[in-house]
């Protein structure tokens, strides 16, 4: 009965928590009872927006076919600079190179490109310098990237143990990447059409460490993320066919359901209904449920919190029913992910699946 009691109380202040965060940092900045001047006005720019969105990015071909729409990577040339070592042989290093993204959107390609700073791509990896592991490839959530906080966050200690390399990741217009490291990312955005470009180029730059690890010796790449970075690991999982593993982590499904579930939809409960019929359409080509997995379903799990306020479990479970994959439950939440160590254990059945053996040391990039 105490266990039972401290189990609820802990669930309690993990919903708490994510409730706290969600209201002062993600809900839409709106006063009470507040609503627009011209309702009318407001839905009938919302879909003449999503008219242009689907004359932009509507090409069937390029649900058809992934490498029309997200652009590969380019060669693997990259500088490496050390910023510690760790026991057993482990060097961190802080991995740049150049994201060689091209805007495919032309309303939106000349605000794209006037960020420089998001032209760097960057990871944080933890390798052996003597040796190829199989390797995972993580990638945080909204508002996260700084390194010192990801290497805590995500399970780095966790996947190191089970003998992986792991690279950390940094989203576009996150960490190092965004214009003013104390202000809130620009990817996702209001705007649908940079929100669209910004996975384009999330998906651009994960293949392009993939890569890196593969021409490096690695025998197997997975990708593990977190909420933001559990949705663009799952809409890898559809077009990155070297991937051998996947692990969304309280992951968000669908930008429509968040839309809808923030109140962000305006005008008549019919209105809401077509524009949100409408977005789940538009971003549809940068879903991870639009398109078939590239990944058997034993080599996916998605895991989820049961207090989780942020991303609720009802876009785990529909990610895993899209996927095939399974669907693994802890008690805690978005942000308190109180008992995550026991849903990695499906996980680590993965792993010793589909993360192979490491065999010779092969030729490729250097970690240096």
Known sequence: MLRRALKSLSTQVASRVDQVFYSTTLAPPRKPHERPADPEGAHRERMELLDALEREYGDPGYLAEPGLFFPEPGATEGRGTKVRSLDLGLDVVDLRWRSRFEVLGKAVAERYRQHEENNVALARVFARTQERRPAVVLIHGYLGGEFAVEERVLPVEWLLDRGLDVALLVLPFHGERRRRTLSKPVFPSSDPRFTIEGFRQAVMDARWLIRWFLQRGAPSVG?????????????????????????????????????RDAGRLVGTPEQQALQYERL?????????????????????????????????????????????????????????????????????????????????????????
């Open 223 to 259: 990708v593990l993320g977190m909420s933001l970075g559990g949705y663009t690991a799952a809409l890898l999982a559809t077009v990155e066919p070297r991937l051998s593993f996947a692990a969304p982590l309280v992951p968000l499904a669908s930008l429509a359901d968040f839309a």
């Open 280 to 368: 789940e359409r538009a971003f549809r080509v940068v879903s991870p449920l639009g398109r078939p997995p590239a990944l058997a379903g034993d080599r996916m799990v998605v895991l989820a919190g049961e207090a989780d306020q942020i991303t609720p479990v009802a876009h785990a479970r529909r990610l895993a029913e899209h996927l095939g994959a399974s669907l693994e439950l802890f008690p805690g939440g978005h942000l308190l992910q109180l008992g995550r160590g026991r849903a990695l254990e499906p996980l680590a059945r993965v792993l010793d699946r589909h993360a192979r053996v490491p065999g010779d040391p092969a030729g490729g990039p250097e970690l240096r």
